[in-house]
């Protein structure tokens, strides 16, 4: 899959807000519920943050279209649209 | 995307509300936030406002020194973990930059933009309430604080958990154990029957000829044909379930007898576990951010009182359509509070979010459970997005099972690591 991450470069803006990083696009803050961000949190779910977009992206859609099976993903995922998921993957890779 | 009406309404009051509390001139102090209630809601929202913008001060006002966490308390009760392992304090909390104040609020000037505690009053630009739940004494007769050294709820978790627990094990073998289950909404939908699946995994291994009797004021509940398959298999001899059309509804409660009534008659218990009605945690009605039903209505975007401008609710206090009462909920709801909270200050406009849910339940051991949920303002509530969600398999094999009881515990030491760690 081919993607557009100019479209994006929008959502990088330094607002009057003081925000020093892009908004979290919508959903994307939830993640981190079961992901943790915490490089030192021992837990058994994999790790999204900082990773490359077009891996989560390509992840997101096989869980959207039940393509990879999962316990809780592929419930999760369907509640994205493809540009939904899109934004929250790049907005995952900028995080540490 | 077409505009509802109602999602132009919500966006227009942010709008006002911004106008109405604009963000202090760069001359001023900071703008100041200050949340009630240091539990999974108001924690996450004080953090993640720091985080999004490490200018604004941010006080955080709790009760308790001490959080107990609720979700994982069943397994205390099923005597499967120590109550130390749901305790945690604000030391990393206040590193993060959060000013922790330990005292109860005892009431809001709105007008005037201060929190009342007993000894000082705090001045606010913005003010998130995330106060959880109160049990409500005046809902079920017989049953008061006093009833509940006798007949516990453990609906908040601590020190009621661990009578419960002790009621459990002194109980002779052979003895029925009582539960009484309110109607919605209340606090953690499935919590109930995760509950009374670990009391009759208790009562199977250590107490075989005793028994749980589940008295319920609902004929339907969160996960039922996941939770009631579970126990047809595991526990067909230690649990039985109570509908509402069945007569499951407790009517009354004495204490003194250990007795509760329903409209079938009365039922005696050697232990008896009684989850009352709830509503709002009180200094939201002090605030006046409820309405008749106890509870307070938010707009979906901003989680802004409906009723108070300036005055945002989050978590088990609110009324959030689809969204049900959990910490996974509350502290959804947290991130996208802040995110609003964030902008409103700096005059700019709130996003429409998308929120998640997840509930897990432990049915036994090695035998977990999921609901999932993803949510979206529509219509000025917080609706399902359609397609997404729902619970895991009917048919799902026993190691799918298993692997769900690690991942609900890998959830709980996540969620309480950006929480508190
Ligand atoms: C048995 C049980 C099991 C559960 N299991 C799960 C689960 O597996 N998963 C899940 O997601 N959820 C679970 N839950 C639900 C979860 O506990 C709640 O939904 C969650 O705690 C709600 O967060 P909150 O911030 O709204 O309230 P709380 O976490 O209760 O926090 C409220 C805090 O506010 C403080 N406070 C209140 N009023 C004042 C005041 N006036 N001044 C100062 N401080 C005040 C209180 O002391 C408290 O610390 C469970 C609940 C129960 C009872």
Redesign the pocket.
Known sequence: MKIVLGVFAATFVFSASGLHAADAPPGAASCSGCHATNAAAETPVPKIHGRPAAETIDVMTEFRTDKKPSTVMNRLAKGFTEEETRAIAIWLAAQK | MAQTRRSFLTTSTALASAALFPMPALAQAAPRVVV???????TSVAREIKKLNPKVSVTL????PT?T??????LVIGGLRDLKAQQFNYDKVRAAGVNVVI????GVNASGQTLRLADVTLPYDRLVL????DLRWDALPGYNEAAAAKMPH????GEQTTLLRNQLTAMEDGGLVVMSVPANPF??PP?PY??ASLIAHYLKTSKPKSKLLVLDAKDAFSKQRLFQNAWKELYPNHLEWVSLSAGGKVNSVDPETNTLTTDFGKQAAKVANVIPPQRA???AELAGVTNQTGWCPIDPVTFESRQVPGIHV????TIAGAMP??????NSQAKVCAAAVVKLLAGEKPAQPKLINT???VVAPDYGISVAGVYEPAGGVLADVKGSGGVSPADAPADARKTEAVYAEAWFRTITSEVFG
């Open positions: 009630v209630g240091g539990g999974f809601g108001g006002v709790e009760a308790s959080f966490a609720c979700p994982f308390s069943n005292g109860t609020a005892i995330s106060p959880g739940i453990a609906w908040r978790a606090r953690c919590g995760e509950r945690g009180r200094i989050i978590g088990d206090a009462k959990s910490a996974f909920t509350a509930c897990y339940s």
